[in-house]
């Protein structure tokens, strides 16, 4: 119960990476969160540090050395929450006492290493996942911990309407408008800019390359789910601030009132920040001057446009036009069940399915998911094909 006013939260983020157990104070709790923390703050140091850099361009030896400096943030960025986790239950009270009525030495290093141990188990079931499975490990261990939380959900929606609290047919509105919103964020996920190339001619002995035309497929939304998560990160920063000043001080009353999730000055700064993240995750996703020396290197090039630097250019243009409009509609999807919880009376855990980041990892891992395995259908087919 303690949780229940965290939903709309920082703490609400986290315990929806985590599928529930963060609010359950699980041995779960920490969920996959620091390992995508880990994993981002690696990708982040690899478009700054020469170091990382050189890794990502070593082939599959950088690839294993970046993923045991992910396994090894992954424990360290894990130990620090555990830390603060088992410091945030000892300070909680109910009305029938303390939280932890005795927190002394062994409730914190017990605590500390379940929770560790915990973080350790998902991410080595995710790996095995990835390795021995289809999809993405990781990404399917969050998409079931989001959509484990729908049958509670739902089921209290549906009682709501038989009790006759709810309209049912506001419900069906709402659940037509739930397909539409997929539907929009299947279409933004799955959509690409594609810029055409040419591969000129090469004869080498007896056989002759090249010469083919094919295109790049620029992904309309290249930055994915990750602005939301880091604008979300940084707009609990007021709020925070605000809790270090006295009860009725004018500064931190002001800001407690203005960043509160339900506040216009809340959507709109939240939405600038999405903006913002959108352009900066995708500058390091997606490298322009990589894409035109790779194409140079391999004699391809795109009409009418000089190899090198004026490809790199004409790309990074596209790139920049394409990402407005997906970065607005990043910004819309996320402030949605906000605005449908604050001015609908809808509960902010039935909201969180008709937008933000729920909705984009759900989209997002399932349409890559059925890629994988429709790639590992058309395979299987070939092989039969042969032996037969």
Do not use: C
């Not at 261990?141 to 959900?153: C, D, E, H, L």
């Not at 002001?254 to 600038?272: D, E, G, K, M, N």
Request: aromatic share 12%; glycine share 10%.
């Amino acid at each position: 119960s303690m949780m229940q006013g965290y939903a709309n939260s920082l703490l609400g983020l986290y315990d929806m990476f985590a599928g529930g157990f963060f609010s359950q104070a699980s041995i779960f709790a920490l969920g996959i969160m620091p390992y995508i923390s880990a994993s981002i703050i690696i990708q982040l140091l690899g478009a700054v540090v020469p170091y990382f850099q050189r890794l990502q361009k070593e082939g599959e030896e950088g690839r294993k050395k970046i993923i045991q400096l992910t396994r090894y943030g992954t424990v360290l960025i894990a130990s620090l929450q555990a830390i603060g986790m088992s410091v945030f239950l000892s300070s909680q009270t109910t009305n029938v006492g303390p939280v932890v009525p005795n927190a002394n030495f062994v409730f914190y290093f017990v605590t500390i290493l379940t929770m560790v141990t915990g973080v350790i188990f998902v991410m080595w079931l995710g790996e095995q996942i990835s390795d021995h499975g289809i999809g993405n490990g990781i990404s399917l261990i969050i998409m079931v911990g989001i959509i484990s939380r729908a049958p509670s959900v739902f089921r209290s929606q549906l009682v709501q309407i038989q009790n006759g609290l709810s309209n049912p047919l506001e419900n069906i509105f709402l659940l037509l408008l739930m397909f539409g919103i997929t539907l929009t964020v299947v279409a933004v996920t799955t959509g690409v800019r594609k810029i055409p190339v040419q591969y000129a001619k090469r004869v080498v002995g007896n056989k002759q390359y090249g010469g083919q035309a094919t295109h790049i497929p620029l992904k309309i939304l290249t930055a994915g789910v990750m602005p939301i998560i880091f604008a979300q990160a940084l707009m609990f920063i007021p709020s925070t601030i605000a809790s270090f000043f006295p009860q009725g001080n004018g500064f931190g009353d002001w800001l407690q009132r203005v960043f509160a999730p339900t506040h216009i000055v809340y959507s709109l700064f939240f939405a600038f920040l999405i903006v913002i993240f959108t352009y900066f995750y995708t500058a390091i996703a997606f490298n322009p001057i990589d894409v035109a020396d790779g194409m140079k290197k391999n004699g391809g090039f795109i009409p009418g446009v000089r190899p090198g630097k004026s490809t790199s250019d004409y790309i990074d243009n596209i790139l920049t036009r394409v990402t407005l409009p997906a970065s607005v509609f990043l910004a819309l999807i996320a402030v949605f069940p906000t605005f449908l919880s604050a001015y609908f009376n809808v509960d902010y855990s039935l909201a969180s399915f008709y937008g933000g980041t729920s909705l984009l990892i759900i989209v997002g891992v399932a349409l890559d998911t059925l890629q994988q395995i429709e790639s590992h259908l058309l395979m299987r087919h070939y092989d039969g094909f042969l032996k037969s």
